[in-house]
């Protein structure tokens, strides 16, 4: 929807594209890790709750993240109203600021609608109806081109008429997940609104904010990539390589995230019934799996290395410059082929603050200064900055990782989720029995 969205802007002159551009790819990307990594505490709460057939829980969870992550959405506002000025401080022109400012104040509405959509998706996730969140997801691109078409080509809104069609998408994944769950078809999980939503709020805003710190953390560190570069030589050159690469980067590791949910709830279900040696063989079945998926494309990268850049370039320049970099591209698909798995384990057990405290110390400690240090004193260019951080982020953070959890004792880390449930679960709600709360 966000790519529809800029495209239909495109069509409208190149300030509309560059205002569009910055509104979804900075000012909501900035927003959009943290509370996607916020809501993620529900993969463990949820995922664990649900294995317990504490299923009433999963509901008091999913309104105590509601209640979260809307005033984290009120906290992070100034985000959004100020940047105009922001962008003239870093040097942007006036044209281009003022309607990235105003585009910013319209993308508000869908700011909100974070709050409600993603502890929605992983709400149904821990309950394995994954497919209901696909089938509302293809609802609402059908409409976000519609009404993309309807208000910039027929009614002429302009950049603010692509802007509010995708506000309407995303409420539409909103309200479409909000009535399955609480209409009737998940009447285990959803026994209506409660006054227990409200109770152990600062338990769950530590592991929320452990959550979100985990996830944007790294989602940070590779737009922090793209803007280092920018101070490099021949940078309109290095920049659209680059882009080529995080591009073909990014798709690929949709895969890998689809293990990293799949795990997390998989083991968080698992962990929650107790049954550890399920848990630590569903962790072995999603890293062996999801590191064939990466091997593949691994090797095929590797064997198109001098052609892949033609999918979006016939530069010569840009192609030879991605043909250059096509080999680190390469070895980032293969570690992002197991790290996303073992974070969705970590998820699933609940460990997000101690991979917060690892993806800062691989990622801003160790990875950041190695790479800046290669491109700049060793004067290696793009290759050395991420060379650097491939090295020094991705590939430490996965070695940590793999190590943490293959000694944690798997048996122990159900006792401890077992005692986690009966804690959050002291209460039934009002319509349960007591056999059923048993």
Request: proline share 2%.
């Amino acid at each position: 929807m966000n790519v529809i969205t800029q495209a239909f802007a495109g069509h409208l002159g190149e300030v509309e594209l560059a205002s569009v551009s910055i509104g979804i790819t900075l000012v909501i990307g900035f927003n959009f890790g943290l509370l996607l990594g916020m809501a993620s505490a529900l993969e463990t709460l949820c995922g664990q709750a649900f294995g317990a057939k504490r299923y009433h829980m999963l509901g008091i969870y999913l309104q105590r993240s509601w209640t979260v992550l809307f005033l984290c959405c009120i906290a992070l506002l100034p985000v959004y109203i100020f940047v105009t000025p922001i962008l003239k401080l870093l040097g942007q022109s006036d044209d281009v600021a003022a309607l990235s400012g105003a585009v910013a104040l319209w993308l508000i509405p869908l700011h909100f609608s974070f709050a409600f959509y993603f502890p929605l998706t992983r709400f149904l996730q821990s309950q394995l109806q994954n497919i209901v969140i696909a089938w509302v997801s293809l609802v609402a691109l059908l409409i976000n081109i519609l009404t993309s078409w309807l208000f910039v080509d027929v009614l002429h809104f302009g950049v603010f008429g692509a802007v509010i069609a995708l506000d309407i998408s995303w409420w539409v994944l909103a309200l479409g997940l909000y009535v399955y769950a609480t209409c009737g078809w998940c009447s285990q999980t959803w026994t209506g609104f409660s006054t227990q939503a409200f109770s152990g709020l600062w338990e769950f805003i530590k592991l929320s904010v452990a959550s979100g710190v985990m996830l944007c953390l790294e989602n940070w560190y590779y737009r922090i990539l793209i803007l280092i570069t920018g101070y490099l030589k021949n940078t309109t050159i290095t920049v659209d390589a680059l882009s080529v690469c995080m591009t073909i980067n990014g798709w690929e590791i949709m895969i890998p995230l689809a293990f990293f949910a799949g795990t997390g709830v998989r083991v968080a279900n698992e962990l929650g019934a107790g049954n550890w040696k399920a848990a630590k063989f569903a962790m072995k079945v999603s890293v062996i799996e999801s590191a064939m998926v990466g091997v593949f494309f691994c090797v095929l990268i590797i064997a198109l290395h001098d052609k892949i850049a033609y999918i979006f370039t016939t530069s010569s320049d840009v192609v030879e410059a991605v043909n250059h970099m096509s080999y680190l591209l390469a070895i980032t698909i293969l570690l992002n082929s197991v790290q996303p798995v073992l974070s969705g384990v970590a998820v699933g057990s609940g460990w997000q603050a101690w991979v917060a405290y690892i993806n800062l110390f691989c990622y801003y400690i160790v990875g950041l200064p190695l790479g800046i240090l290669m491109g700049w004193a060793f004067n290696l260019g793009i290759r050395g900055i991420w060379g650097g951080m491939i090295i020094g982020g991705t590939g430490m953070q996965t070695l940590i990782l793999a190590t943490i959890t293959i000694q944690r004792d798997w048996e122990k880390e159900a006792e401890k989720a077992t005692l986690h449930v009966s804690k959050w679960s002291t209460h039934k709600p009002d319509n349960q029995s007591e056999e059923e709360a048993q």
